[in-house]
Every structure is written in structure tokens, then in C-alpha cells.
T-cell receptor, first 111, second 113 residues
Framework: QKEVEQDPGPLSVPEGAIVSLNCTYSNSAFQYFMWYRQYSRKGPELLMYTYSSGNKEDGRFTAQVDKSSKYISLFIRDSQPSDSATYLCAMSASSYGKLTFGQGTILTVHP | DAGVIQSPRHEVTEMGQEVTLRCKPISGHDYLFWYRQTMMRGLELLIYFNNNVPIDDSGMPEDRFSAKMPNASFSTLKIQPSEPRDSAVYFC???????????FGDGTRLSIL
């Protein structure tokens, strides 16, 4: 079993929809949780960064971490075609440690 | 500031050849990471350096792979001899010391025929 599980999708939604992306993990030592967005033929770029449990909001994006359930989520409100990309969750046990990535979810937002 | 710069962007070569991938991290960053991304396995960490010193190379698939960081502004990932199963996109990332996020380059798309 992989340390981090992420549904690869693909996920296709209409413009304006609320998108929910999720990851589960098995390593209880993970404390730092990230979401990266990767456009086609580009490197991943950091979207959200949270420490431990709780919520974090940035514009149309909200990240949630539930350490008791070992479950993290990314919500995208009012989704736009420009949000079409692969979304990768990532996590680590320490601020200086290596990241473990999920498989990535391919999202398409159609006009 | 310039981001992480990788070269070449694309590489196509025949199996058995030596392949060298290059990375220039963001100036002032203390950590450098090499990743490999495939459809089957996703994004996997191969090796990372702190202040030019290799810290964890447990992700390097086998002895055919080697990485060096001769100075703070340059790193190489070498595959010798290359095999078709090495075909993937290889990413380099860097970050500052402390609780800082990683910044990725745009990768090298490697095809071994």
C-alpha cells in the first residue's frame, strides 16, 4: 500500500462548479501538507501549504487537514477553465524532510 | 528572480548511451531535489542535497544512476548506461533552509529508445 493515496481521476466539471480533491495517507508522522498544481509540460507549483490539522483559505482555494482521519482535501470554488491541471497532494514529517507525493488528480473545467 | 533552470528540456537517445541532466537551483536555496515522474509511479524523489552534500539517495533506482552537486549553483543527474524504462520526466527542485516550500523547474522529458 502506498503511503499517500490520491484518486487519479480524471475529473471533469463545468465552469463555476465546486471541486473537491482528496488524499488519504497512512504515515501518522506527517505534519506538513501541501497541494501543488501542475500544468501540462510544466513543473509542479505550490498552491497551498498547511501545518497540522485545520483549514486554510486563499481566494477560491481552501485546504483542509484532518489528521485524526489521515485525510486532506482541497476545495476549489467557482472553478475556471484556467484551473484545468493536475493537482498533487504532498506531505512530510518535518519542515526540512523529503516530500511524499500522491499520484495526482487530473482536473478539467469546461466552459 | 529566475526560477529553477533545467537543461535540456527534451532528450531522446538510444539505450546504452550516457545521459546527463542539469539543474541550476534558485540562488540562495540550500536544498536541491531530483525527482522522476511517470504515469505509473507518479512523482518519486530520487535524491536530495543540503548545502551540496547528498543527504538521502535511497530513491535512486540502481547504480546506473548518479548525482552530483559540485557547487551551490549546479547539479547533475547522470544515467549510464540508459535503458528504455528510464524514460520519464525528471524534475529538479530547490528550497531555502527552514519551513520553506520547494520550487520546481519545468523538467527534462527523457526518452530512451
Amino acid at each position: 500500500q502506498k503511503e499517500v493515496e490520491q484518486d487519479p481521476g480524471p475529473l471533469s466539471v463545468p465552469e463555476g462548479a465546486i471541486v473537491s480533491l482528496n488524499c488519504t495517507y497512512s504515515n501518522s508522522a506527517f505534519q506538513y501538507f501541501m497541494w501543488y498544481r501542475q500544468y501540462s509540460r510544466k513543473g509542479p507549483e505550490l498552491l497551498m501549504y498547511t501545518y497540522s490539522s485545520g483549514n486554510k483559505e486563499d481566494g477560491r482555494f481552501t485546504a483542509q487537514v484532518d489528521k485524526s482521519s489521515k485525510y486532506i482535501s482541497l476545495f476549489i470554488r467557482d472553478s475556471q477553465p484556467s484551473d484545468s491541471a493536475t493537482y498533487l497532494c504532498a506531505m512530510s514529517a518535518s519542515s526540512y524532510g523529503k516530500l511524499t507525493f500522491g499520484q495526482g488528480t487530473i482536473l478539467t473545467v469546461h466552459p | 528572480d529566475a526560477g529553477v533552470i533545467q537543461s535540456p528540456r527534451h532528450e531522446v537517445t538510444e539505450m546504452g548511451q550516457e545521459v546527463t541532466l542539469r539543474c541550476k537551483p534558485i540562488s540562495g536555496h540550500d536544498y536541491l531535489f531530483w525527482y522522476r515522474q511517470t504515469m505509473m509511479r507518479g512523482l518519486e524523489l530520487l535524491i536530495y542535497f543540503n548545502n551540496n552534500v547528498p543527504i538521502d539517495d535511497s530513491g535512486m533506482p540502481e547504480d546506473r544512476f548518479s548525482a552530483k552537486m559540485p557547487n551551490a549553483s549546479f547539479s547533475t543527474l547522470k544515467i549510464q548506461p540508459s535503458e528504455p524504462r528510464d524514460s520519464a520526466v525528471y524534475f529538479c527542485a530547490s528550497r531555502k533552509q527552514g519551513n520553506q516550500p520547494q520550487h520546481f523547474g519545468d523538467g527534462t522529458r527523457l526518452s530512451i529508445l
